[in-house]
């Protein structure tokens, strides 16, 4: 997600679980989500930027985008041509993809945080006063409260232990076997779940 120089999105960049668990912080954090299209399915085909100028502003605007990234450390010529055939070619999604492993599983959970979201009142709620966020850098877990949404994940590379509000019940789970016992919520590495309370 995000204009990169070479249009990758992150599901080229981390595993599925990690992709899953930024997701769920997009969709359940009080800010308005914004998705690139293919994105709700991890699509294969970057999400380049291509233009259609006339020959001078074409120019222009491929030399400013090789200069814009290169002060960011990119390399100049990493950076496709935003007027170059190819690069629209390349940025064309595969529609087909949604319906096979593993985009039907990322397209099944995009579709799940939507409905939570457009369900659940406190999840459009843009005040950043009802959001409370607790944390360990060292055990990598993070969870997010907002009202009676709760969005847990680790990063960790073994499992761990987190405390969550009495009376907790799962509502989304990836992987799906993350239970909670009556000593917490159990997270194994890159996983996310959202309880609730109600």
Same mark, same amino acid.
């Not at 096979?100 to 009142?121: F, G, N």
């Not at 907002?146 to 799962?170: D, H, Y």
């Given at each position: 997600?995000?204009? =990169?120089?070479?249009?990758? =999105?992150? /599901? !080229?960049?981390?595993?599925?679980?990690?992709?899953?668990?930024?997701?769920?912080?997009?969709?359940?954090? *009080?800010?308005? *989500?914004?998705?690139?299209?293919?994105?709700?399915?991890?699509? /294969?085909? *970057?999400?380049?930027?291509?233009?259609? !100028?006339?020959?001078?502003?074409?120019?222009?605007?491929?030399?400013? $985008?090789?200069?814009?990234?290169?002060?960011?450390?990119?390399?100049?010529?990493?950076? &496709?041509? &935003?007027?170059?055939?190819?690069?629209?070619? $390349?940025?064309?999604?595969?529609?087909? #993809?949604?319906?096979? &492993?593993? !985009?039907? #599983?990322?397209?099944?959970?995009?579709?799940?945080?939507?409905?939570?979201?457009?369900?659940?009142? #406190?999840?459009?709620?843009?005040?950043?006063? !009802?959001?409370?966020?607790?944390?360990? #850098?060292?055990?990598?877990?993070?969870?997010?409260?907002?009202?009676?949404?709760?969005?847990?994940?680790?990063?960790?590379?073994?499992?761990?232990?987190?405390?969550? =509000?009495?009376?907790?019940?799962?509502?989304?789970?990836? *992987?799906?076997?993350?239970?909670?016992?009556?000593?917490?919520?159990?997270?194994? &590495?890159?996983?996310?779940?959202?309880?609730?309370?109600?």
């Amino acid at each position: 997600m995000g204009n =990169r120089a070479k249009g990758e =999105r992150i /599901s !080229h960049l981390v595993s599925l679980g990690r992709a899953k668990i930024a997701a769920a912080l997009l969709l359940t954090a *009080p800010f308005v *989500p914004m998705l690139f299209q293919g994105e709700e399915w991890a699509a /294969s085909a *970057p999400f380049q930027y291509f233009t259609n !100028h006339d020959e001078e502003l074409g120019r222009l605007v491929s030399e400013g $985008r090789r200069k814009e990234f290169a002060a960011f450390g990119w390399n100049p010529n990493d950076v &496709p041509d &935003p007027q170059a055939a190819a690069t629209f070619e $390349r940025s064309k999604l595969n529609w087909e #993809e949604r319906g096979r &492993p593993p !985009h039907a #599983e990322m397209l099944d959970w995009y579709k799940r945080l939507i409905a939570l979201r457009r369900s659940t009142p #406190e999840l459009n709620d843009p005040d950043l006063n !009802h959001v409370r966020v607790r944390y360990s #850098e060292e055990q990598k877990w993070l969870l997010m409260e907002r009202g009676p949404i709760t969005v847990a994940f680790s990063l960790a590379e073994k499992p761990v232990q987190v405390e969550v =509000r009495p009376g907790s019940k799962m509502v989304l789970a990836s *992987p799906e076997e993350i239970r909670i016992t009556n000593r917490g919520l159990v997270l194994p &590495p890159d996983s996310v779940a959202v309880l609730t309370t109600t």
